[in-house]
């Protein structure tokens, strides 16, 4: 008996020294993860989720500067319309087979289905081709100022690459295999939506020499494995699991709990993404009342942004009115063209309404009741949807079932939407290609569906444009001309800011929620 008592404490003894040895980061995410294609979807966590095991040709940095990844050198011709481009060395799926140029080509084209910028850029190729297994070439119809602006694409979507089968799957249908070249390979055998997704170190990649920022550089691993802990929302359990050490990071505390944080032992906040977020409101063009330019005017005039700021972020240090659909602070940020908002009151709103036609058909607005950084935006523009004269519909639900609700075209009354509210990463919005509110190519755009032959000539112009100063140009038409037709409301930016362990360090500045370079001491 003494010897089997003696055993089995051995036993435990290097259990613990094994798990000891295991370094596991574990992070409360921003909202749930559900779908794991993020290519399909625009929802952050699936850009996230695609940072981890998947990687990219190009990527931006924290001053906007786009660098190589993948991609190890590359070459124009003299007339700009062939690109050609040299993989480095190294590259290799997660099944062990190397990455070629054929996988290259297939992801681009899969991409350039579905993101307004790939949509823009793909209007310009001519072909694509993998004349060698480590080289991939791009031929144009005419030359274009946004190939390594597009391919270095930061946010949703991303142009992530994947083996060749799996991206030869319809752009209109998720992906069922997760297998990419990234630093980390996806547990499918361990996810489970709603409680948890884990990620554990890729052994055989092999990073950049260069210092990370944004998404370029080097994304070295420096722990065995990320646990997302999907099933935490709420808030007070948050705090209350940082402070014990049971967590190491909270992405997106609610902002009344940051008084909590700032005096908790052993946290420390920090501010990763100081150009922070924009909040946005999106009308249904398809369907009524928001089928009528008038009426969705009335409702930008409405949604006047101070509201929406103090009702959901609440601390002045952390948000600001921005009257710009581009970030504010950017080189395309303007106010040109949204006095219609800016300079609006809620008398002005009810007399557009009067004058727009409005039949009284109801506004149906989703509202997610587990996403603690939007979740009070809804509430809000009911409000002022009311004020303004609009007869208003609010549903709650999770953000998940919003996500797949604002993909579908049906009417309202059939299961669609009109308004959904959200928010945006500033390099999501900060230009007119990467902005995907401001695609306005019909049932081809991001939902919503706003069709203007306009704008999206003016989004032509600027991808061919080289110079920077007709380019700006560019961007104050094609926003005077959003707000005109109101393809969206911009509800001001807001940054919020990280809770980590004081243990936790290398998070990387501008790349969003991403687990490359951090160390837990």
Same mark, same amino acid.
């Given at each position: ?23 596991? &980061? ?30 990219? &040709? %190009? ?88 190939? &390594? ?203 557009? &309404? ?35 004269? %609009? ?131």
């Amino acid at each position: 008996m003494n010897g089997r008592i003696l055993a089995a404490a051995a036993l435990v003894l290097l259990v613990s020294a094994v798990n000891a040895q295991d370094k596991v &980061l574990r992070v409360v995410p921003h909202s749930n993860l559900s779908i794991l294609d993020p290519i399909w979807t625009t929802q952050f966590m699936a850009r996230n989720h695609g940072y981890m095991i998947y990687d990219t &040709l %190009f990527g931006t940095d924290e001053k906007n500067q786009v660098k190589p990844q993948m991609v190890e050198k590359w070459t124009v011709s003299p007339d700009q319309r062939l690109w050609t481009f040299t993989l480095r060395p190294g590259l290799e799926f997660h099944d062990g087979k190397p990455v070629s140029g054929e996988d290259v080509t297939a992801s681009l084209e899969r991409w350039g289905k579905r993101d307004a910028m790939g949509q823009t850029l793909m209007k310009f190729v001519e072909r694509m081709d993998a004349p060698a297994p480590n080289t991939f070439r791009i031929f144009l119809r005419e030359p274009c100022g946004i190939m &390594l602006e597009a391919l270095g694409k930061p946010s949703s979507n991303v142009p992530f690459i994947m083996p060749k089968r799996v991206a030869e799957t319809p752009a209109d249908k998720q992906i069922e295999e997760h297998i990419g070249s990234g630093p980390y390979v996806f547990k499918r055998d361990e996810f489970k939506p709603g409680d948890k997704a884990v990620y554990v170190k890729n052994t055989k990649y092999v990073p950049r020499k260069e210092t990370p920022s944004g998404t370029t550089g080097g994304k070295n691993v420096y722990v065995d494995r990320v646990e997302w802990n999907l099933a935490l929302r709420d808030a007070q359990a948050q705090v209350n699991a940082l402070a014990k050490g049971e967590v190491d990071i909270l992405e997106r505390p609610a902002f009344e709990s940051y008084e909590q944080l700032k005096k908790a032992d052993g946290v420390v906040l920090v501010n990763k993404d100081p150009l922070g977020f924009q909040y946005m409101g999106r009308f249904n063009h398809l369907h009524p009342p928001f089928n009528n330019p008038k009426v969705r005017q009335a409702a930008i005039a409405a949604m006047q942004q101070e509201p929406f700021l103090r009702a959901q972020v609440g601390v002045k240090e952390f948000y600001k009115s921005c009257a710009s659909m581009y970030t504010c602070g950017t080189p395309y940020g303007t106010s040109k063209g949204s006095d219609i908002q800016s300079k609006s009151n809620m008398k002005k709103a009810q007399e557009m &309404l009067k004058a727009s036609g409005y039949d009284g058909t109801p506004v149906v607005i989703l509202k997610p009741t587990d996403l603690a950084a939007i979740q009070k935006l809804p509430d809000v523009a009911a409000q002022l949807l009311r004020q303004a004269g %609009f007869k208003v519909d609010l549903q709650a639900m999770d953000w998940n079932t919003v996500v797949s609700r604002r993909a579908k075209k049906e009417a309202p009354a059939q299961g669609g939407w009109n308004i959904f509210l959200t928010a945006w990463l500033a390099p999501d919005v900060w230009s007119p290609l990467t902005n995907a509110a401001l695609g306005a190519a019909g049932e081809k755009s991001w939902f919503g569906w706003p069709s203007d032959q306009q704008i999206e000539k003016l989004r032509d112009q600027f991808a061919r444009e080289t110079d920077d100063g007709k380019r700006k140009a560019l961007a104050e038409q094609i926003q005077v001309r959003a707000f005109e037709i109101g393809t969206h409301a911009p509800l001001g930016e807001y940054v919020n800011p990280y809770a980590t362990r004081k243990n936790i360090s290398g998070l990387v500045t501008g790349s969003g929620d991403t687990y490359w370079n951090v160390k837990k001491n």
